[in-house]
């Protein structure tokens, strides 16, 4: 993971949400275009960007470490929660990829094909050097809160002993509680999601310095950036906070 | 895509349909026989046509650029759509194919395992050097009307993240809708999908030049060209429309 | 498919039902031996016979030419249809075959999964040089009539989209919505199902007549030849009547 | 199947039984243990002994031709029944198996899978020169009665169509039905499967002698064998019946 | 198993209760640290530790022998139970393993896909020279009581059956019963199952004692040690026990 981090710490930008949630969930006319988030994760300074293999294969241009994310699903499907592979490692390291990422159902009632699916990920990842990286998200009717401590530590507990190299977990709204979580983790870093927009900055960035006082290495966050009206400037106050600050 | 385009635009002929909706339902004596669908290809002027294997296998000429559908279904069976893959993309090599395409039905139960077909597909297709066209309908019990700004614009942004070449969807029935789903393919080239028959040409002909306006590449057409009564005067007409006309 | 042609023609023995139907459903002490069929194949002239894998392997001689059927199922389990590869297209070869076969059951909501077994089955035919015949029954509970003319004519054509070497399908019960079939499956070869023992020899020759006047390559005949008092003569009655009349 | 005849015919002793229905259903502290029963196999003179992987694997002495049941089930789960392969072809013949053995549960809504597992087997073994014997046994909610005449016949039938080697079925209950099952098996030699502990030892042994008066070539036999107070008079009887008398 | 035993006898230390129950079931501050586990392992003079892949890639320090667990779930998924593949035998060995663990629940509904999981796993294991433990526990709709004596017995024959070279069951209650799955067993040895913390040492403690005094090879036993306030105590009390003590 050490290429995507500075001083130890590290702000990834998430822009997969297209597929997961559609355009016209989340997207502008301006953060629609990917070229636009391309621009924000250079003159940004994030650690790393993460992408589908469809926008990396037609907008990645080298200036920031690539995240591939593996697997995914739209978000128009009723029932239980399954999300399958769409690029293969070996694609993904043909894009240019330093890591790559797939999303785990927690819970689901198809939790065991994701698993599976991460289990022959991960060697294969490690056969040519790049982290896997899990996003843990526990969903499905067998999950009543998603950002409980309890089902929040479970996830990222789930990612370590899976052999993740990292873990995308929900924040659960405080720093104590998180920190179970982080604990859980041992020593695999804990990324924070960013999750939907917060009501506005302060509240977003107090979850952020939340999560890194519990221990964090740091977040992958999407709408709180390219949705934010100044995202560069977000992205300064997501580095200073994460990064430059010391850890209280 | 360079292959199917002339001044960057396209009309592709489509002519899966004995497959998907059976010959009693689109087809009369004459445009049930491949032979003279092929023949309006060459004589139409257009920039592809579209096939299952079976019928590139018996009547595809190398007169006009080839693209093989690789998966399909019958409209005989209930419950969630499913299309598998039935050819190969080596095999639609073979037959001469220069690109190939494949239907997913967003929103669909099973939508997970075309996403995971069309991953493997579009990697094995980039191998070799082939566009992978996705026709992306949204379908199935999750979905309340597919011809929406959102449920198209979903389609088109789904297509861009799998790494499509190109994608093929509906028209949302008027140009300033259908240029969100444009603008959500970012740089991936969009084609309207002709439909069923319009009740008359001027009709279909507004909505090719809608989808035009919108910033669509082209189109892919069937039953709008091979059940008029004059074809090739509907194929001279979305040529004039689509490829020679200045883009509005 | 010039093996099994005589004149451009074809009278093909079926002889799957012991695995499709049970051997209390068809056969009496007479027909229930392989021998028996093998011999009436012979002395019948019949263009070919088709056997599951087991009767080729232990019955077949060589003296007619061979179709092995790839896929079967009992007529036991109820709900919808499926019928799964049983048999490689490699073993086929080693056991003689000049074709393979398979049934697709269109309209069931297994379709997805026949369809790509026959997707790969036709490919691996097609790279032996082995023409791969498709057996197309509409059935299951999306499907209300299968001899209705649009039915057959559906089968007829998903089987030349799907790249079948020839089709095997019922009969529709006259001749000119017979016709309708073999037009939409173009260029492919139609064999008309023998289907249950006709109450009379009258009523099935005259079947047989309708389906080579609408243009049929020929039929697939197995109880209506070794249900018969007389197989012989009735074959001989099919090869006059298939073979060697002129078409009307 | 030479290496298990004896003046062509043969008495096969199974012993897949602790799989397949748990120890304290049939076993006793002396019959519990491999060793008595691997002592039984060679003493009473069988033709074969049949074993799940795990018992060859640490109890096969060489001193009788072994047969590997290459699947199994537990009797617990409820809902229609489903055996899938547990060993490999290979790995039987490296424990020194000279046949190998499938269940099919003819009827089941599974039994595609069976089917199509129990075809690749197949197929393996004879690559390996190896017999490959299917266990059919009709059961699942579409049947009704297992051991009609009908059913029995039918799945003495499908193992011949399947390509099996031989076929373990249930007796009738009476020779003269038991014997279409052996002339719906045609060449194929028919083994009846010994069943549970019949009341008393003459019932049995009527009961081998319907089978072999019927055809059969013999019998698999275990709790009818190994639950007797005396296995190995048990055994000199059915050697005597099946193997030394003139078939009557 | 000889790495694993002393004496012929066995205690493992188990720690993959993180990805089965999750960390705030079974955790504290202290032994939710995989560290502290991997001292306690040494420490204890355990002859093995069982580990997740994830824990093993990042922990483990070659002071006590490994064993991977191979596949794995969370509690969460509701329906009946499933736990698939999630390392290879081969990563397992990368990982410094000496033998791989796999869980099978005996009775679900997805009895079969873990048979013919844990079926590849076997051979695969055995070709390099690594035992593989099967951890079979009934669970499901289909099981009322998962520590009655014959249900026990059951997985432990299973285990046997299948070819684990060892089995890790639960306990029945007392060491009577017990004895009828050690004797089911035959020559594979048997782990007592530790399972959830006994109400106090003594308990279990008098429960080890009556496994091993029916036969058992040894235990495997997590929370009754790593949540003991006194682990290192409890595991000399258990090596004391299992391994010095002569058997009764």
């Known amino acids: 993971m050490d290429t995507f981090l500075t001083n130890g710490r590290s702000v990834l930008l998430a822009y997969d949400q297209g597929l997961e949630h559609g355009p016209s969930m989340d997207f502008t006319d301006r953060n629609v275009d990917p070229s636009f988030i391309m621009e924000t994760a250079v003159k940004g300074g994030f650690n790393g960007v993460i992408l589908q293999k469809g926008l990396a294969e037609r907008y990645y241009d080298g200036n920031v470490p690539l995240i591939v994310k593996l697997n995914g699903r739209s978000s128009l499907p009723k029932g239980e929660p399954l999300s399958r592979q769409v ?23 198809f939790e065991s094909e994701m698993f599976a699916e991460f289990g022959r990920i991960q060697e294969q990842a490690h056969e040519r050097g790049l982290p896997a990286i899990a996003w843990v998200y526990p969903r ?26 990292a873990a995308k977990i929900k924040y659960t709204g405080d720093s104590q509680s998180f920190s179970w979580a982080v604990k ?20 977003f960035l107090a979850h952020v310095a939340g999560a890194i006082k519990a221990g964090a290495t740091g977040l992958a966050v999407g709408r709180n950036v390219w949705q934010n009206p100044d995202p560069l400037a977000m992205a300064k106050a997501l580095r200073s906070l994460v990064i430059e600050a010391t850890p209280q």
């Open 140 to 165: 499905g009717a067998a999950v009543q809160n998603d950002t409980s401590k309890e089902i929040v530590a479970y996830a990222a507990r789930a990612a370590l002993e899976l052999g993740a190299d």
């Open 87 to 109: 690029c293969s490692v070996e694609y993904a390291v043909s894009l240019g990829a330093k890591a790559v990422g797939y999303t785990i159902y927690l819970g689901s009632s």
């Open 184 to 203: 859980s983790a041992g020593k695999m870093p804990v990324f924070m999601s960013g999750g939907p927009k917060a009501p506005d900055d302060a509240t």
